[in-house]
């Protein structure tokens, strides 16, 4: 379903694909650190993260895939300093082969305090 294109260039030393190709129904999201209750974390980038990335492997459990069927996430961080920090987290989440990614700095987010948001795109099984 996900495979990851030489494009020859070199190993990268963060956690992203230069390219992947993907067969099967587009799954489209977008990701904050939105707590159940709806309630916004705006603690520590860990924490944000974290709970960034579980709302997506929940999102994409509840469309019937994994993690695995995503093929490409944008970054969204009001610091970009604290990109060691979700490289750390990220890769609790994500595993070779890892989508495609692409990382910006914001001046801010719409919610006051919230670090990160995330775009991720992902192809799931026809079934």
């Given at each position: 379903m996900k495979q990851v294109i030489d494009v020859g260039?070199?190993?990268?030393?963060q956690p992203f694909s230069w390219a992947v190709?993907?067969?099967?129904?587009?799954?489209f999201t977008a990701h904050g650190p939105v707590r159940q209750d709806g309630s916004i974390d705006t603690g520590p980038i860990e924490a944000q993260t974290r709970l960034t990335f579980e709302n997506l492997r929940r999102t994409l459990e509840n469309a019937g895939g994994t993690l695995a069927?995503?093929?490409?996430?944008?970054?969204?961080m009001t610091d970009v300093t604290d990109m060691p920090a979700i490289d750390a987290v990220y890769r609790e989440f994500f595993e070779a082969p890892y989508p495609?990614?692409?990382s910006a700095a914001v001046a801010a987010?719409?919610?006051?305090?919230?670090?990160?948001?995330?775009?991720?795109y992902g192809m799931l099984e026809q079934g």
């Open positions: 260039l070199p190993a990268l030393k190709k993907a067969t099967g129904a587009m799954l069927d995503v093929t490409q996430v944008l970054i969204y495609n990614r692409s987010l719409v919610v006051p305090g919230m670090k990160i948001e995330i775009v991720a």
